[in-house]
């Protein structure tokens, strides 16, 4: 990257979310509402952590896991030092305050090299066993928590500097707040909500926001032309 071309996302914007624990620490740097979360290293720090977050939560290696793989529920003592010994990694795990959550969204972000924003809209995931099962849209929420969830998403790419298409990950609360869970640049997880929309379309430029946005061409914000449902693969 240093020495041959630019790649977009930057690398440097890739290392900041690869590590979920530091992915978590710019969220909240930047002012952003995000799960409490807690950096352990061993069980015993996970049951001291568990009790600091209530009780409940979700622990994740900080590296390599991705849409419920790398992670396992604590809801006790026994759990975290179990989830600690199955996810044990070099880099540590993270321990997430459990959110009762009553929808997931995503968010799909084209922003280019200029720092210009196109979003698609809204979109509900359909979680099983903590994996997304499938992504619904409209999202069926109201125009107020649709708004919300496109500000903070903008928000998100900025923080982070991002260029390209990203996903952006948030739980609607049951008091209608938002949490942003996971930011998502990466294509196998961008290829599951993207088709969701292209389902529906049927002009060949429809494809091209992950290619327009580096290149700094305008990206025409999409609207849904029916509901669509794609089953994750």
Known sequence: EETRCRMFPASASLDLIADKGTQKQVLVSKN???????????????????????????????????????NAAAHSAEEARAGCIALHGEDGLLLEAWVPFERELSVLVVRGRDGEIETYPVTTTEQRDHRCHATEVPSGCAPSVEAQATAIARQVVEAFDLVGLTAV???????????????????????????????????????NPPLSAPARRRVPARRPSALARRPAA
């Open 32 to 70: 952003l509402a995000t799960a409490h979360i807690e950096m352990v290293a061993s069980g015993d720090e996970a049951v001291a952590a568990l009790g600091r977050l209530g009780g409940a939560a979700m622990l994740k290696r900080r590296r390599g896991s991705y849409d419920g793989y790398g």
């Open 169 to 207: 990950e948030l739980f609607l609360t049951p008091d209608g707040g938002l949490l942003v869970n996971e930011v998502a640049p990466c294509v196998r997880r961008l290829y599951d909500l993207l088709h969701a929309w292209l389902v529906r379309l049927k002009a060949a430029a429809e494809h």
